[in-house]
């Protein structure tokens, strides 16, 4: 059984501390997607992980090993690097056999391994060639054939998919999702991409400035962000964020003065007079009677639309609230002209309350 | 369609400037080379008559006599091609061995002082091999390797290995590191990392920086001329002063012998030239 573990676990370039003291808990056969904005520390953690990195403090664990002064080698570990990272002078075939090779396994081992991976990726069409004649995504498909070769117990992922087109990226993200499936092994995999976190991870860890924010499935990142960042960060479009001060009936007073209703879960939370960001996502405000329901509680606001984007099965309406852009949803579209009014209807529950100071949610306690 | 003819024209007369313009060029580089090879063919009245005689005859005379017994004006032709060759081939695997290894290390670590190190051996370069002569000559008598094969090997380590440094770093600088970290994942030690990827991927840089090195080492003149003196160190430039006498210079035996010198750097050029070539432009191409 192979968990990872890493406990306090910090790295320092000199002066400068890239990783905060990091607690994570990776199951067997999980898959886990390290996520954040570019330089907050996602690759150092997956090479101190790999063993490319000396870990400054702390322990990384493996399988139930403490593996901080083993070499990568000894780890029992496959990586996928962002540039492939393929031995140029080999063919795919000798790509794909090389750890073999060095582990010295008997010839007919290694090609029936090498034929095996070659098989799950389709690459037997290329095996004779260098990685010079391959395009991106079949040197992306060999770097992940060499990976596999081996049955790590892990595979680490920095980037895989950043250097490919988006048609490309997309294909190789549901092949590895399969390639997942069909193996099982624990899979850590980085990337800035949001999309490529929700849709392939089991668990995603948020990462910022060389700390964890949050930790959790990719629907309780979304639907329960810890703070402004996680809200700001997960989903597409970005959540809306309104700023606004709570009043003595405990409703929201934007800047404008128009007052928002604050929903059930946090309305015993708040203090009258605290400063808040009052957070909605698009999906969960739209015009009457196109998308959010009548049921439970929800609070309609008069929007002028400023522009709208048909996606065919929605629109997005683009509308300044209290002097803020914001965006919602209308299902089952009927065109919009710039400048309309349109009353929109907020569903309360799915409405989330955020200190302004500290950025953190408010939830009930 | 006139635009077009007289377009045609101006590239057919470019091409035309360009040919010249690159045959004049290669005559430069080329006559003289040429014109040591036609004199070792030609008896020495031809040589020295003026003005030149462009339809020579031909005659192995200078050959035969370099090859024959030192009564004959011959030189131990075969000692000197020896020695030329133990000290090019050694101090060359020597250097770049060295040279590689610090190439290496500045290319992949950080070590404090780094950029003065190299700044240092870069300057080292600077300094005229010449005015070495007498300093190298008297701690070499001192220690009493002068007149051997070991002290000039020596000295042309100490000469090449700063440029295979700056070569060969600058080849491993060009590969990514990703490539010996994948290589230790795959479960290479450092050490198997480096000769089964890394080297192999820098081999057209490491050859052009091994050919660098033995040309200079096998075409330096100035140091092993004040080195050397006897026929068991002497390499072929020395040997050359071998047909200077005190008021005659027997052109025709030095050209002869200057030919059977360019020979070998020649061949062994044209081997590794693919590899030169592409080690020279390592940086265009992506693998
Ligand atoms: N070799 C290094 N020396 C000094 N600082 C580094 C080094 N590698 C990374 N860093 C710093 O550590 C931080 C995290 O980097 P990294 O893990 O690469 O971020 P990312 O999340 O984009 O992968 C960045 O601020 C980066 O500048
Ligand atoms: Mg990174």
């Known amino acids: ?365 | 369609m006139d635009r077009n003819q007289a377009h045609r024209n101006r590239r057919r007369m470019l091409k035309g400037l360009h040919f010249v313009g690159l045959f004049l060029v290669m005559s430069i580089i080329c006559i003289p080379g040429l014109w040591i090879i036609l004199n070792s063919f030609r008896p020495t009245v031809e040589i020295m008559a003026k003005p030149p005689v462009w339809n020579p005859s031909f005659t192995l005379d200078h050959y035969r006599a370099m090859f024959g017994g030192a009564g004959q004006g011959g030189v131990p032709v075969f000692s000197y091609l020896w020695n030329s060759i133990v000290i090019s081939v050694t101090s060359t695997g020597i250097a770049v061995l060295i040279g590689m290894s610090g190439g290496y290390a500045f290319a992949r670590y950080k070590f404090s002082g780094k950029s003065g190190y190299f700044v240092g051996l870069m300057l080292f370069r600077a300094v005229p091999g010449v005015a070495l002569s007498l300093p190298l000559f008297i701690v070499f008598a001192k220690v009493g390797i002068i007149d051997t094969h070991f002290g000039l090997i020596l000295v042309y380590v100490a000469m090449n290995v700063p440029f295979t440094i700056w070569l060969t770093d600058g080849f491993f600088r060009q590969i990514p590191k990703e490539l010996h970290e994948a290589a230790e994942i795959d479960g290479c030690t450092r050490w198997q990392a480096f000769w089964k990827v890394e080297f192999p991927v820098a081999r057209s840089g490491v050859a052009s920086a091994a050919i660098f090195a033995f040309l200079t080492s096998w075409n330096e003149f100035a140091l092993a001329s004040q080195l050397t003196r006897s026929v068991g160190s002497k390499t072929m430039p020395v040997g050359l002063l071998d047909f200077t006498a005190e008021f005659t210079i027997n052109w025709g035996g030095m050209c002869a012998l200057a030919v059977l010198m360019i020979l070998p750097a020649l061949i062994l050029t044209f081997i590794v030239q693919k590899h030169l070539i592409a080690g020279l432009t390592f940086g265009g191409v992506k693998g």
């Open chain 1, 1 to 365: 059984m192979t968990e990872v573990t890493l406990s306090n676990v910090i790295k320092r370039y000199g002066e400068h501390q890239a990783v905060h003291g990091i607690d994570l808990e990776i199951r067997d056969g999980e898959f886990v997607v390290l996520v954040g904005p570019s330089g907050c520390g996602k690759s150092t953690t997956l090479r101190m992980i790999a063993g490319l990195e000396d870990i400054s403090g702390g322990e990384v664990s493996i399988g139930g090993r403490v593996v901080n002064d083993l070499p990568p080698r000894e780890r029992n570990i496959s990586m996928v690097f962002q540039n492939y990272a393929l031995y140029p002078h080999m063919c795919v075939r000798e790509n794909l056999g090389f750890s073999l090779h060095i582990a010295k396994r008997p010839e007919s081992e290694i090609t029936s391994a090498v034929n095996e991976a070659a098989a799950i990726l389709g690459l037997e069409e290329l095996m004779d060639r260098k990685p010079a004649a391959l395009s991106g995504g079949q040197r992306q498909r060999v770097a992940m054939g060499r990976a596999i070769v081996r049955h790590p117990d892990v595979f680490l992922f920095d980037e895989p998919l950043s250097n490919l087109d988006a048609k490309l990226r997309t294909q190789m993200r549901v092949e590895i999702k399969k390639l997942h499936q069909k193996v099982g092994n624990t899979i850590i995999y980085v990337t800035h991409d949001q999309v490529e976190a929700m849709t392939l991870a089991d668990r995603i860890v948020l990462m910022r400035d060389g700390h964890i924010v949050q930790v959790g499935t990719p629907l309780e990142l979304f639907n329960a962000p810890v703070n402004t960042f996680v809200a700001t960060f997960i989903g597409s479009p970005p959540m809306n964020l309104l700023d606004g001060v709570v009043t003595e009936n405990r409703t929201v007073r934007l800047i404008d003065g128009q007052e928002l209703p604050i929903p059930s879960s946090p309305r015993e939370s708040v203090q009258p007079g605290q400063k808040v960001k009052y957070g909605f996502r698009a999906d969960n405000l739209s015009p009457v009677g196109h998308g959010v329901s009548d049921e439970g509680e929800t609070a309609d606001i008069a929007l002028r639309i400023d522009l709208s984007e048909p996606l065919g099965t929605e629109t997005l309406l683009f509308a300044t609230l209290a002097s803020t852009e914001i965006q919602c949803k209308m299902l089952n579209p009927r065109p919009v002209t710039s400048g309309e009014t349109m009353t929109c209807r907020l569903a309360l529950e799915k409405a989330h309350i955020f200190d302004a100071q500290t950025t953190q949610v408010i939830r009930s306690n």
